[in-house]
């Protein structure tokens, strides 16, 4: 099974400052990796995703992620942060391979980013 | 219209009522998933379903059943409600990477 540990439960930064949101995994296969965000009141919005090719993937609203594998890692990097990233941020995977679990996510525990003025 | 949607929004119930939650989705995945939100402990996985004919249990699915009456309707049922099942529930559908998108969620209060 697939466990994700999302290293702080809580990130305060002030606006125009780079921000990394950290995420390691553990899985004993190839995995599809995620980074979702969800707003107040609202449902969870993809971010960005990592499925093969390049190691670096970049998302919607400036956010970038590096998929690390000898390290286990996906952490997702802004480099100057707005008062609207304000958010909760979680970082989930799935199995690459076949069988009854591939499609199926596993979500870590979510980061609240907020933006201080 | 929205790509995932739940129905209803809001619901408070009282204990050991019965209730069902609604998805409908119109990205035409066969994968459709229930989680269930509660604060710091992130989404967990109540069931999913990867076509009409399977349904799988996840992580917390005692107290729960689900019903997968087409490719695009997913349903939850809370049996018996009870007051630990007060959550914010979120229906989500997605393709064979796990990509998902997700409804606006459910907010469950049981008195």
């Known amino acids: 099974a697939q466990s994700v540990t999302q290293l702080d439960s809580q990130v305060p930064v002030f606006e125009e400052a780079p921000v990394e949101l950290r995420c390691n995994y553990s899985?004993?296969?190839?995995?599809?990796l995620f980074w979702y965000v969800q707003y107040p009141n609202q449902g969870l919005q993809l971010l960005l995703k990592y499925l093969s090719g390049s190691t670096l993937v970049k998302g919607i609203n400036g956010f970038e992620a590096e998929f690390n594998k000898s390290q286990t890692s996906f952490h997702l990097r802004k480099p100057s942060v707005h008062i609207s990233d304000t958010a909760e941020y979680f970082c989930a995977v799935s199995d690459r391979g076949r069988g009854s679990t591939l499609g199926r996510l596993y979500f870590g525990r979510g980061t609240q980013l907020t933006v201080w003025p | 219209d929205a790509d995932v949607t739940q129905t209803p929004r809001n619901r408070i119930t009282k204990t050991g009522k019965r209730i069902m939650l609604e998805c409908s989705q119109t990205?035409?995945?066969?994968?459709m998933y229930w989680y269930r939100q509660d604060p710091g402990l992130g989404l967990r996985l109540i069931y999913y379903?990867?076509?009409?004919?399977?349904?799988n249990k996840g992580e917390i699915s005692d107290g729960y059943s689900v019903s997968r009456q087409a490719q695009a309707k997913f349903s939850l049922s809370l049996e018996s409600a009870i007051p630990n099942q007060t959550a914010l529930y979120f229906c989500a559908t997605s393709d064979f990477t796990g990509g998902a998108f997700f409804g606006q969620g459910t907010r469950l209060t049981v008195v």
């Open positions: 899985s004993s296969v190839s995995v599809y």
């Open positions: 379903s990867f076509d009409v004919k399977d349904i």
């Open positions: 990205k035409g995945h066969d994968r």
